[in-house]
């Protein structure tokens, strides 16, 4: 079956720091990935997203490549604020109108 | 804010009953996702509505029940209530032909 499989956390890290959450994923198919954001007390927000091997997904700074040969989907932002820290989560869906498969979500805390 | 809505936000009741939970999607999208997120579960797809047809089942429980009605706002049915059914329940739309999913902002469900 399909799944994502993500580090886990808590990952803590100061204000301005570089930031790297893997997500690896297992998939059938050629799926699209993506990452979400929950910020405390709140749903999940769509950060970006990557739909074919090579793709770069970005926003808000964030920015997570499609390596098909390596079947990862890794999140990086180079200098972090305090306003990132929330639940990041990997999920991939194999078809549009499918399900998403969610990995298991990487805690961030940054500390000013 | 995604364009998904929720209601109620929270939810306490006790083992045995049974609650409803709404969801509207964003205007235009026809497919409507349901999930669940627990703590030693993550996050699990439960079911699938397109435009009034159930598309897709997930890890729902044969006590869970879902209906999308002709305004395409759904509901899901959460009967003979246990405690391990405490969980946060999100609500999904998307556009047909695309990937990505919007959330809403979760319905949190206690049962004592």
């Known amino acids: 079956g399909n799944s994502v499989t993500q580090m886990e956390g808590p990952v803590t890290l100061s204000e301005e720091a570089f930031l790297t959450i893997n997500c690896t994923y297992t998939?059938?198919?050629?799926?699209?990935l993506f990452w979400y954001v929950q910020y405390p007390g709140e749903g999940l927000q769509l950060l970006l997203k990557?739909?074919?091997?090579?793709d770069k997904g970005s926003n808000k700074g964030f920015e997570a490549t499609y390596r098909k040969e390596t079947t990862s989907f890794h999140l990086e932002k180079g200098s972090v604020q305090v306003s990132d820290s929330a639940v990041y989560f990997c999920?991939?869906?194999?078809?549009?109108?499918?399900?998403?498969?969610f990995g298991g979500g990487t805690r961030l805390m940054v500390k000013p | 804010d995604s364009g998904v809505t929720q209601t109620p936000k929270h939810l306490i009741t006790a083992t045995g009953q049974r609650v409803t939970l709404r969801c509207s999607p964003r205007?235009?999208?026809?497919?409507v996702y349901w999930y669940q997120q627990s703590l030693d579960q993550g996050l699990q797809f439960l079911i699938q509505?397109?435009?009034?047809?159930?598309?897709a089942k997930g890890n729902i429980l044969e006590r869970f029940s879902a209906q999308q009605f002709p305004d395409l706002h759904s509901e899901l049915n959460l009967s003979s209530l246990e405690l391990g059914d405490s969980a946060l329940y999100f609500c999904?739309?998307?556009?047909?032909?695309?990937?990505?999913?919007?959330f809403g902002p979760g319905t949190r469900l206690t049962v004592t």
């Open positions: 509505y397109y435009n009034g047809e159930e598309r």
């Open positions: 990557a739909t074919k091997a090579d």
């Open positions: 999920a991939l869906i194999l078809n549009a109108g499918n399900m998403l498969t």
């Open positions: 999904a739309s998307s556009v047909a032909g695309r990937g990505e999913q919007y």
């Open positions: 205007s235009g999208d026809l497919s």
């Open positions: 998939a059938t198919g050629y799926p699209s």
